[in-house]
């Protein structure tokens, strides 16, 4: 079973960048969709970004489009979220985690396995 941890969380003034990492061991998890997920405190956990395994197919939320971008490092066993023009808003714990399915128009995507520690993101205004 691959797990996956999470780095590169900080403290950013608005409008910096930040990229966090999703290192997986365990397994290759190339042919595994992956996604990352943020809580805010007194949230609930919300879908972020998604990236598909060979094909790379990439999917957001509205709030992120156009300022974060999702990838991966098959070779590396890593996938990464590239966060720029940070806002406060965007102030949470970050997770990733492995998609059991994509995300729809309506529905989040389900994930496999439990959710590990985070990173957190921390945007001052």
């Known amino acids: 079973q691959v797990q996956l941890v999470e780095s590169g969380g900080g403290l950013v003034q608005a409008g910096g960048s930040l990229r966090l990492s999703c290192a997986a061991s365990?397994?290759?998890?190339?042919?595994?969709?992956v996604g990352w997920f943020r809580q805010a405190p007194g949230k609930e956990r919300e879908f972020v970004a998604a990236?598909?395994?060979?094909?790379?197919?990439?999917a957001y939320v509205d709030s992120v489009k156009g300022r974060f971008t999702i990838s991966r490092d098959n070779a590396k066993n890593t996938v990464y979220l590239q966060m720029n023009s940070l806002k406060p808003e965007d102030t949470a714990v970050y997770y990733c985690?492995?998609?059991?399915?994509?995300?729809?128009?309506?529905?989040?995507?389900?994930?496999?396995?439990?959710w590990g520690q985070g990173t957190q993101v921390t945007v001052s205004s």
């Open positions: 990236i598909s395994g060979l094909l790379r197919n990439t």
């Open positions: 985690a492995a998609l059991i399915t994509w995300p729809g128009q309506n529905s989040p995507p389900q994930v496999r396995g439990s």
């Open positions: 365990g397994r290759s998890f190339s042919r595994d969709a």
